[in-house]
């Protein structure tokens, strides 16, 4: 069963489907979770506490994705690819992660301001949510991090081939982000990875990686 602090979360990200975050109210948020506003104001502090917290459980849920890709059975090369049509396919679907993984915050999202000095929140969940968010350069290496712990057959080998893979995702998504500036239909390259950028990225993989370059640019 969620908790109330996952409810509150669930709660203020439907919110935004319909509504940019400066017309996001605490006293809604309350009401719609059915949990008082107080319980509200304890769990996140304020209102960019909420938002802190929602920006970090985007990031968790990333990882966890990826994670998830890694794991599958398989040929280490088709589990990278299933990372990086992770890596699409949640992005077009979830704002905030696709933000996360852009670093482009529009004005309807809540982005991750950090917290105030000298304040400290007593929900330690929220203390973590405090500390900040990885940028998009962090989080894709803390995903490559996870790819050398789950790929462990070479190590060289995982970090090369998460990193790489991951780039070429992330490269995907931003082209559509950039495209959102510019046009107000949804971008192609916001909708489910293709079978044309999967096929690239199983060749690049599958080419000799005893090359004495060790280093991706």
């Not at 489907?17 to 107080?38: E, N, T």
């Not at 890596?87 to 991750?112: F, K, Y």
């Not at 490269?171 to 990875?193: F, L």
Request: net charge positive; with cysteine; hydrophobic share 45%.
């Amino acid at each position: 069963m969620p908790t109330a602090r996952e409810t509150l979360l669930d709660t203020a990200l439907a919110a935004l489907a319909a509504l940019p975050w400066s017309a996001v109210r605490m006293v809604d948020v309350a009401a719609r979770a059915r949990v008082s506003r107080q319980t509200l104001y304890n769990e996140f502090g304020s209102k960019e506490g909420l938002a802190r917290a929602l920006v970090r459980r985007e990031a968790d849920l990333y990882l966890r994705g990826v994670e998830a890709a890694l794991a599958r059975p398989g040929p280490p090369a088709h589990r990278l690819v299933a990372a990086a049509e992770w890596t699409v396919a949640a992005a077009a679907a979830r704002p905030v992660m696709r933000a996360l993984l852009t670093g482009a915050w529009g004005e309807r999202l809540p982005a991750p301001r950090p917290a105030r000095g000298g304040t400290r929140a007593a929900v330690p969940e929220q203390r973590r949510a405090d500390a900040g968010v990885p940028s998009p350069g962090e989080l894709l290496l803390q995903a490559r991090d996870r790819a050398v712990a789950l790929l462990a057959e070479d190590t060289v080998t995982a970090a090369r081939g998460c990193e790489l893979t991951l780039r070429l995702a992330l490269s995907y998504v931003v082209a559509g982000a950039d495209a959102a500036r510019t046009q107000c239909a949804e971008p192609d390259s916001w909708r489910p990875i293709t079978p044309a950028i999967t096929s690239v990225i199983e060749t690049i993989l599958s080419v000799d990686t005893t090359s004495p370059r060790k280093t991706i640019p």
